[in-house]
């Protein structure tokens, strides 16, 4: 674990009652590297990202190089490689969102967020707002994951009422 | 539209019959539905007897492909010696469709027990439900019913105390469409990236693991528990067109239509009705203009097409089309095809895995010029360039992304041509006419 010894400071996330939720996902695969995804899972929950120095923990918990980590995590759209708003807003603006007006929720969310660009923090560091693809929720357009929410049939007159609810 | 809701007379609910009952997501109110009476009996049946219940049936795949599930099943040698594998595929990720999350949400149990059956019949002590990372709710749904049905002894090592080893564990995506791909899948569960393989080895003699393996769809299997408990020849009797055609389906609606949501109705239904009747029709004061009507990868229908199609495998080939998933998406005459087609190929070329030339260049290639011809630029030869990538994209790769990247090209000039030269002779821009500029922008953050 090279990288650990170049920060002092990080914590292993592989500790305690944590370590032993490990433990029990690796007994549902016959291979350790299976567990990686599920892995990885529990380093976001856990510290919101998933930073240079958790792929390298993760890789020796189950027996794998910190590249292949980091070549597997940048394969997923969901695992963050940096720290981003306390709400994470996601919305869909594939063909059947786009043509429900999905564009008018995402000027709307941008707008009232102070966010100025896609993909990037507000200044107060609360919102970070994508355009994700189709969310599996096209009949309620427009569909709008906020963290771990999905939110549904949001219109841009909704937005600075569901702005206001996350508090 | 969003349950509870009651099911349109014309429906004929089996798999959303206990949709938007909150009593029936509990393994005491599944019970109370008759639920694991099928389970129950399809192990005290020797496995081959399963399968032939439901090669009987008629029951084909829901997933996309509708191969015939029997068979599939049947392919599995029993008694090799070697772990078998059931893969869930509920990685529910096609433009248009989301009929397997309202199964999970509301009805958890129900495939708990199609999983368990499927795992017996094919002899796989342990079966994966690989479920997309976004859909929280239906993961959160899944676990639970999952922790319920282990407490109570319904799987596990000892299969309601038949001795039989059926072991279920819910496996989450971390967002890749790709991933919906059977042996993208199945890499994704080895803590892989989701590349697909090549094909072959097929999955029923070197899938996860590299051991043999089934994958079925959460919608397929969900069939099964109603199948045992009804018969194949209630199952098979379902079936208003043609007989390669059997039992109900979900067909999901989305788009520019009165009442979105998911409607069970029996294969062979007039899809006329469907869109009209059960679905409200089109919005106060539009048309209807186009259908693309099984996911965003089967060839855009024609109103006249969509019209005169009878909804099963065959009717939708017939009207130049493909039953897919089931997911109609409706446009109506407010929408520019070109630029719902352009936003389609930039969901393909941000999907695309990349290991393929021709998909990851083709993807990539085609939506930067079906932008160009939405911003007003395009030229008419620009449509024949179109036309030959597509040509090139399709029947050359690992998997069919490719393919499905070059059919709404394909089908949108060839249906749909006088927009797109309208566009280019500098009539109207899409952009401007329609206000939107999320397919701009989302180039830029791309
Ligand atoms: C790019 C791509 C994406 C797919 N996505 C899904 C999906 O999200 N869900 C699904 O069930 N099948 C999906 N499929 C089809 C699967 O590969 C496979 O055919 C299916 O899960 C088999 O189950 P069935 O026989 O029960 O339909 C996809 C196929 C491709 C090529
Ligand atoms: S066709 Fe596209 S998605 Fe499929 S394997 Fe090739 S590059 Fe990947
Ligand atoms: S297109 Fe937006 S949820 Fe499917």
């Known amino acids: 674990m090279s990288a650990h010894a170049e920060d002092a400071r990080y914590e292993p996330v592989f500790v305690g009652e944590r370590r032993k939720r490990l433990d029990v996902i690796l007994e549902r695969y016959p291979t350790k590297q299976a567990a990686l995804l599920p892995a990885l899972w529990m380093v976001q929950e856990a510290r919101g990202w998933v930073s240079e120095d958790a792929m390298a923990e993760v890789g020796a918990a189950l027996g794998i190089t910190q590249a292949y980590v980091k070549g597997v995590v940048t394969f997923y759209t969901m695992y963050h490689q940096h720290p981003v708003g306390k709400y994470f807003i996601q919305v869909c603006t594939t063909t059947p969102c786009l043509c429900s007006g999905a564009d008018k929720v995402v000027d709307a969310f941008l707008d009232h967020t102070g966010c100025k660009e896609l993909g990037l923090t507000s200044p107060d560091g609360k919102y970070t707002v994508i355009e994700v693809e189709c969310l599996g929720a096209c009949g309620f357009a427009t569909p709008v994951q906020v963290n771990a929410d999905t939110i549904e049939n949001v219109t841009a007159e909704k937005v600075p009422e569901i702005l206001a609810g996350l508090k | 539209m969003g349950y509870p809701h009651k099911p349109h007379p014309r429906e004929t609910p089996v798999i959303s019959k206990h949709f938007g009952d909150p009593e029936a997501r509990s393994l005491a109110g599944w019970k109370a539905r008759g639920g694991y009476r099928a389970l129950e009996q399809a192990l005290a049946m020797p496995p081959a007897a399963v399968i032939d219940v439901v090669k009987n049936s008629g029951l084909r795949g829901r997933g996309g492909a509708g191969f015939p599930t029997g068979l599939k099943w049947s392919f599995m040698k029993q008694d090799d010696g070697k772990p078998h594998y059931l893969c869930c595929n509920a990685d529910e990720s096609e433009p248009g469709t989301f009929k397997d999350r309202e199964i999970m949400r509301w009805t958890p149990h129900a495939l708990v027990e199609g999983c368990a059956i499927g795992a017996y019949a094919i002899g796989a002590q342990r079966t994966y439900i690989y479920i997309r990372g976004e859909f929280t709710e239906p993961i959160r749904a899944m676990e639970a019913a999952v922790a319920e049905a282990y407490a109570a002894g319904l799987i596990g090592g000892n299969a309601m105390g038949t001795g039989k080893q059926v072991d279920i564990h819910v496996h989450k995506g971390a967002g890749a469409y790709i991933c919906g791909e059977e042996t993208a899948l199945m890499n994704s569960i080895e803590g892989r990236r989701g590349n697909p393989r090549v094909k072959p080895p097929f999955p029923a003699v070197s899938g996860l693991f590299a051991q043999p393996t089934t994958i079925n769809n959460v919608e397929t299997l969900t069939a099964v528990p109603h199948i045992l408990n009804n018969g194949a020849e209630w199952y098979k009797a379902m079936s208003l067109s043609n007989p390669k055609s059997t039992g109900t389906k979900l067909f999901s609606a989305c788009g520019n239509i009165a009442k979105p949501g998911n409607?069970?109705?029996?294969?062979?239904?007039?899809?006329?009705?469907?869109?009209?009747?059960?679905?409200?029709?089109?919005?106060?004061?539009?048309?209807?203009?186009?259908?693309?009507?099984?996911?965003?990868?089967?060839?855009i229908q024609t109103?006249?097409?969509?019209?005169?199609?009878?909804?099963?495998?065959?009717?939708?080939?017939?009207?130049?089309?493909?039953?897919?998933?089931?997911?109609?998406?409706?446009?109506?005459?407010?929408?520019?095809?070109?630029?719902?087609?352009?936003?389609?190929?930039?969901?393909?070329?941000?999907?695309?895995?990349?290991?393929?030339?021709?998909?990851?260049?083709?993807?990539?290639?085609?939506?930067?010029?079906?932008?160009?011809?939405?911003?007003?630029?395009?030229?008419?030869?620009?449509?024949?360039?179109?036309?030959?990538?597509?040509?090139?994209?399709?029947?050359?790769?690992?998997?069919?992304?490719?393919?499905?990247?070059?059919?709404?090209?394909?089908?949108?000039?060839?249906?749909?041509?006088?927009?797109?030269?309208?566009?280019?002779?500098?009539?109207?821009?899409?952009?401007?006419?329609?206000?939107?500029?999320?397919?701009?922008?989302?180039g830029a953050s791309a």
């Open chain 2, 303 to 442: 109103m006249a097409e969509a019209e005169a199609t009878l909804m099963d495998y065959e009717g939708f080939v017939a009207q130049g089309s493909m039953l897919g998933s089931g997911g109609a998406i409706v446009l109506d005459d407010a929408q520019s095809m070109p630029r719902m087609i352009a936003r389609l190929t930039r969901f393909y070329a941000h999907e695309s895995c990349a290991q393929c030339t021709q998909c990851r260049e083709g993807t990539a290639w085609t939506t930067k010029i079906l932008d160009r011809i939405v911003a007003g630029h395009g030229t008419f030869e620009d449509l024949d360039t179109l036309l030959s990538i597509a040509d090139n994209m399709t029947g050359k790769t690992i998997c069919v992304l490719s393919d499905s990247c070059a059919t709404p090209v394909v089908s949108g000039i060839q249906k749909f041509r006088d927009e797109f030269e309208a566009l280019i002779a500098g009539r109207r821009s899409s952009t401007v006419a329609m206000g939107g500029h999320a397919v701009a922008r989302a």
């Open chain 2, 263 to 299: 409607y069970e109705v029996v294969m062979g239904f007039p899809f006329r009705d469907f869109l009209y009747d059960l679905c409200g029709g089109p919005l106060p004061g539009r048309k209807f203009k186009a259908v693309i009507p099984g996911g965003s990868s089967v060839p």
